[in-house]
C-alpha cells in the first residue's frame, strides 16, 4: 500500500500543473543509515517542486528540501516534500536520512503554477468517431449513440453500450487523428484512451501509437496500418462503456477504458513491478459492479442523469478513492481503499463471469438472504440450547 499511495501522490503533482521531472535517484536497499545531500536544479520557469520520497520499508526516512531561503521536511515511505514560490532560484537543496530500508527512491518534479494546467479530460473519443449499430445499415457519428444501442465490439459481436463513462457535449478538448491507408477518416481519439495495436497483450494508450504501427481491425487477423498521425481541436467529449469493454470505432478496435499510466506499457505498473495484468482487463474488472448494477438492477440511473461534470458516479467514486488513498496515513484506513477498488469489483467480476451480469445481482442478494438466513438459524439453535440446558 505504501507503494500504491506514493504512486498516488506523484499522479496528483503531474495532472494538477504543467510538471516536469527535474531530480530522480534510487538507493536501492541497506541494512544501514544513509545521509546525503543532492542538489537539484530547478527547471527554467518553475515556480514549485515537489520531491517523493519512496520505499517499500525502512526503519526510518526523512527528507528536507531547501530553496529560495524557503524549507519544508517530510518523513515515511510515500511522503511528499513540497515547495512554493521557488521564485528566481536556480537550484535546491535535498537532505535525505535513511535506515535500513528496501527500494528506496526520490523523484522531483519542478512546476509552473504559473501557468494553469489544461483541466484534465478523461480519455474520450469525439462526436465525429463512426461506430457500427446493430440497428443501422451504416455507421454513424458517436454524438448520436445511446444508452442501450447494441456497437460492434470485438469479433465482430454486437455489445450493448450499459452506460457513458464520461459524456460533455460542449467541452473542448485536443484529439489525435490517427490516419490508416484504408480508411476514408482518421480515428479521433484522446492520448490516454487506449486501442489495440498488433504484437500487443492488451491494448495501450493512443499517443503512444507510432506511424507504420497496426491497429487491430473489426474482425480477427484484420490491420490498419497507421500512415499519419496529426491533431484535432473539437468541442464535445463522448466514453462509453460496453459490456465487454471493447468498441469498433472507424473500422479500428479499440478499448472503452482510459490509460492512468503513462508508461505506454499494455501491463499495469505497481512502483518498479509489473503485474501479470494488462491494463485493459484489469479496468474491466473495476468496472464490473457499475456494469451488474446498469444491466441488472436499475438501467435508468445509468443513462446520464446523474453525471458529475460529465462523469457518471462510478468515475467520480474512482476519483475520489484516489484523493482517499493519497490523504491515507493510517493502515486501516489504507486497507479500506485497497477493499473498496481491488477486492470488492474483483468479487463481483468473479460472480458476473459464472452466471452474467444480468443475473449477477440476483444471485448476489440470493447469497446474502442465504447468509443472514443460516446465521438467524445459527442464534435460533444457539438460544433453544441455553433454554433446554
Not at 518523513?75 to 516534500?81: F, L, Q, T, V, Y
Not at 487477423?221 to 481541436?233: A, D, L, N, R
Not at 466514453?239 to 469493454?245: A, I, N, Q, R, S
Not at 438492477?297 to 446523474?306: H, K, P, T
Request: glycine share 10%; hydrophobic share 40%.
Amino acid at each position: 500500500m505504501r507503494v500504491l499511495a506514493t504512486l498516488v501522490a506523484f499522479a496528483h503533482v503531474w495532472c494538477n500543473a504543467a510538471a516536469s521531472s527535474c531530480f530522480s535517484v534510487s538507493e536501492g536497499s541497506f541494512g544501514g543509515s544513509l545521509s546525503r545531500p543532492y542538489s537539484i536544479d530547478i527547471t527554467s520557469g518553475a515556480t514549485e517542486i515537489t520531491c517523493v520520497l519512496s520505499c517499500t520499508s525502512a526503519n526510518s526516512v526523512y527528507g528536507t528540501l531547501s530553496a529560495n531561503g524557503l524549507t519544508n521536511s517530510n518523513s515515511d515511505c510515500g511522503a511528499s516534500i513540497n515547495i512554493n514560490n521557488v521564485g528566481s532560484d536556480t537550484n535546491a537543496q535535498l537532505f535525505l536520512y535513511a535506515d535500513t530500508y528496501q527500494d528506496l527512491s526520490v523523484d522531483c518534479a519542478c512546476v509552473d503554477t504559473s501557468t494553469p494546467a489544461p483541466t484534465p479530460t478523461l480519455g474520450c473519443f469525439s462526436g465525429e468517431t463512426l461506430v457500427q449499430r446493430s440497428d443501422h445499415p451504416e455507421p454513424i457519428q458517436m454524438k448520436h449513440l445511446k444508452v442501450g444501442d447494441a456497437v460492434l465490439a470485438k469479433s465482430g459481436v454486437y455489445k450493448r453500450v450499459y452506460a457513458w463513462g464520461h459524456i460533455d457535449r460542449k467541452l473542448p478538448a485536443s484529439f489525435l487523428q490517427l490516419h490508416m491507408a484504408d480508411a476514408p477518416t482518421p480515428l479521433e481519439v484522446t492520448g490516454d484512451h487506449m486501442v489495440y495495436v498488433n504484437g500487443k497483450a492488451g491494448p495501450i494508450r493512443a499517443e503512444v501509437v507510432n506511424i507504420g504501427d497496426e491497429l487491430l481491425g473489426s474482425t480477427p487477423g484484420k490491420f490498419h496500418e497507421v500512415t499519419k498521425i496529426t491533431s484535432k481541436e473539437r468541442s464535445g467529449v463522448f466514453y462509453p462503456l460496453t459490456e465487454d469493454g471493447t468498441i469498433v470505432v472507424n473500422g479500428v478496435l479499440a478499448s472503452t477504458y482510459v490509460d492512468i499510466q503513462r508508461d505506454g506499457n499494455e501491463y499495469m505498473r505497481l512502483g518498479r513491478f509489473q503485474l501479470p495484468f494488462t491494463k485493459g482487463f484489469l479496468s474491466h474488472v473495476f468496472y464490473s459492479p457499475l456494469r451488474l448494477w446498469c444491466l441488472g438492477v436499475a438501467a435508468g440511473i445509468c443513462e446520464g442523469r446523474d453525471h458529475i461534470d460529465g462523469a457518471n458516479f462510478w468515475d467520480s467514486l474512482g476519483s475520489n478513492l484516489d484523493e482517499l488513498a493519497e490523504n491515507q496515513e493510517s493502515l486501516h484506513g489504507q486497507l479500506v481503499v485497497y477493499l473498496l477498488t481491488i477486492v470488492v469489483p474483483a468479487m463481483s467480476m468473479t460472480i458476473e463471469f459464472a452466471v452474467g451480469p444480468s443475473l449477477a445481482p440476483l444471485l448476489i442478494l440470493l447469497g446474502c438472504v442465504a447468509v443472514l438466513s443460516w446465521g438467524n438459524t445459527g442464534a435460533a439453535g444457539r438460544a433453544g440450547k441455553r433454554k433446554v440446558a
